[in-house]
């Protein structure tokens, strides 16, 4: 098992990797004080995973809430479920929700936490890839808006994160692939020889060959959690991991959320982004053509925009992105294969190619 630290003052976490962890009792020992546990999952995953999570917690479990599983239920009604049973069964402020599922899971359950009671613990256990890589750690949490993804939510960090390896092998293929989006990331906005290395072990990566997998979780979290000590709140570096989220949220929002995998559209959103950047001449045509060849061939992802949404519709949707400031749209660039920046000065007539453009390759 590796242990990495979320450093954050008093705020700080750990979060355990390995396989088998659900099975070590003594991982989640201290965190139980004398609250009741409340367990939060889906409909998916708990016919999978939630006796095991049970009995993890032990005594302290006192209760389940199952959410309807998907992307599209990730909303403020999902959260009043959580309230709802909350305050039917008298939780007080010593109780601890566990959100043991994926991202959409996590983001909900962490923002009940978050605003139940003005604020009670919670442990992550992320159980889908990129919940392992991305979204458990960091402590954002939140629901989308119908105009909007992820637009109602709080930075509020969780007491420890439990990644078990072992459960992604129950993980749908398609799924898998989708957190991959957020592991090339990674590579792309600091870590060119991570990217080289992903490209290297595709193969391995993709039949979850157990090295490779916790070797890809440590070093992804490894950054997330030096990104977020240094910059909780996204004033500054954070930002960055937002790589491709601009274009990404725009598609998700405009196509319905569900539609594509949020990770599907962080992979085109991350080729569009590199499109612009080569427009802008920030970055050569071998590495553009490389990241779309990782992306489409190597990790069998989409790149290409859908076809149905006008410019006007992704410049309004963009407008509105958590990033933007006084309506101007920043955006995370490219100046090379590990090299990422953020660029608020945009000029229209460029970023206009790239959305108009099919195959988001300008040679
Ligand atoms: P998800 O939570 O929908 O999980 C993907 C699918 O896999 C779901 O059907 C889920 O029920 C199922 N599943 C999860 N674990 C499983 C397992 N072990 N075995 C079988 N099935 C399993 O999607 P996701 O990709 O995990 O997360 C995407 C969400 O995360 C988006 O809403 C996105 O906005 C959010 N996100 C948040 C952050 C953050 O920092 N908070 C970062 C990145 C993404
Ligand atoms: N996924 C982006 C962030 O956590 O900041």
Same mark, same amino acid.
């Given at each position: 098992m590796q242990t990495l630290n979320v450093d954050l003052g008093k705020r700080s976490y750990p979060i355990f990797i390995g396989s088998?962890?659900?099975?070590?009792?003594?991982?989640?020992?201290?965190?139980?004080?004398?609250?009741?546990?409340?367990?939060?999952?889906?409909?998916?995953?708990?016919?999978?995973?939630?006796? &095991?999570?049970? $009995?993890l917690f032990g005594d302290s479990t006192s209760s389940t809430v199952i959410l309807q *599983?998907? =992307?599209?239920? %990730?909303?403020?009604?999902?959260?009043?479920?959580?309230?709802?049973?909350?305050?039917a069964g008298k939780y007080d402020r010593n109780t601890?929700?566990?959100?043991?599922?994926?991202?959409?899971?996590?983001?909900?359950?962490?923002?009940?936490?978050?605003?139940?009671?003005?604020?009670?613990?919670?442990?992550q256990i992320p159980t889908?890839?990129?919940?392992?890589?991305?979204?458990?750690?960091?402590?954002?949490?939140?629901?989308?808006?119908? &105009?909007?993804? $992820?637009?109602?939510?709080?930075?509020?960090?969780?007491?420890?994160?439990?990644? *078990?390896? =072992?459960?992604? %092998?129950?993980?749908?293929?398609?799924?898998?692939?989708?957190?991959?989006?957020?592991?090339?990331?990674?590579?792309?906005?600091?870590n060119a020889e991570f990217f080289t290395w992903l490209e290297k072990k595709s193969e391995e990566i993709l039949k979850l060959d157990a090295?490779?997998?916790?070797?890809?979780?440590?070093?992804?979290?490894?950054?997330?959690?030096?990104i977020v000590s240094q910059d909780e709140k996204e004033v500054g570096a954070r930002a960055l991991l937002n790589l491709g989220h601009t274009f990404g949220h725009a598609i998700e929002t405009a196509t319905g959320y569900g539609?594509?995998?949020?990770?599907?559209?962080?992979?085109?959103?991350?080729a569009m982004a590199a499109d612009l950047s080569k427009r802008l001449g920030y970055l050569n045509s071998s590495d553009a053509i490389k990241i779309r060849r990782v992306l489409e061939d190597?990790?069998?992802?989409?790149?290409?925009?859908?076809?149905?949404?006008?410019?006007?519709?992704?410049?309004?949707?963009?407008?509105?992105?958590k990033k933007a400031e006084l309506g101007k749209i920043r955006f995370i660039l490219l100046k090379g294969i590990g090299h990422a920046v953020i660029e608020g000065n945009i000029r229209r007539e460029l970023l206009k190619e790239t959305l108009e453009t099919r195959s988001q390759l300008c040679m």
């Amino acid at each position: 098992m590796q242990t990495l630290n979320v450093d954050l003052g008093k705020r700080s976490y750990p979060i355990f990797i390995g396989s088998n962890l659900l099975e070590n009792k003594n991982l989640v020992q201290p965190y139980l004080g004398k609250g009741r546990v409340v367990i939060v999952s889906n409909n998916i995953v708990a016919p999978l995973y939630l006796d &095991l999570v049970e $009995n993890l917690f032990g005594d302290s479990t006192s209760s389940t809430v199952i959410l309807q *599983d998907g =992307e599209e239920h %990730k909303n403020l009604l999902a959260v009043n479920q959580i309230y709802d049973h909350l305050i039917a069964g008298k939780y007080d402020r010593n109780t601890i929700i566990v959100a043991l599922g994926g991202g959409v899971v996590g983001d909900i359950a962490g923002f009940a936490a978050a605003t139940y009671q003005r604020g009670i613990k919670f442990i992550q256990i992320p159980t889908s890839l990129l919940a392992q890589v991305d979204s458990s750690v960091g402590g954002k949490t939140g629901v989308n808006h119908q &105009l909007g993804k $992820n637009m109602i939510g709080a930075f509020y960090q969780p007491q420890c994160v439990l990644a *078990d390896t =072992e459960v992604l %092998k129950t993980l749908p293929h398609r799924e898998i692939k989708a957190g991959l989006a957020e592991v090339v990331k990674y590579g792309l906005i600091n870590n060119a020889e991570f990217f080289t290395w992903l490209e290297k072990k595709s193969e391995e990566i993709l039949k979850l060959d157990a090295t490779c997998i916790s070797k890809m979780v440590e070093i992804c979290c490894e950054s997330k959690a030096a990104i977020v000590s240094q910059d909780e709140k996204e004033v500054g570096a954070r930002a960055l991991l937002n790589l491709g989220h601009t274009f990404g949220h725009a598609i998700e929002t405009a196509t319905g959320y569900g539609k594509f995998l949020h990770g599907e559209t962080v992979a085109i959103g991350m080729a569009m982004a590199a499109d612009l950047s080569k427009r802008l001449g920030y970055l050569n045509s071998s590495d553009a053509i490389k990241i779309r060849r990782v992306l489409e061939d190597n990790f069998d992802l989409p790149v290409e925009p859908p076809s149905n949404i006008t410019v006007d519709k992704y410049i309004d949707l963009m407008s509105s992105d958590k990033k933007a400031e006084l309506g101007k749209i920043r955006f995370i660039l490219l100046k090379g294969i590990g090299h990422a920046v953020i660029e608020g000065n945009i000029r229209r007539e460029l970023l206009k190619e790239t959305l108009e453009t099919r195959s988001q390759l300008c040679m």
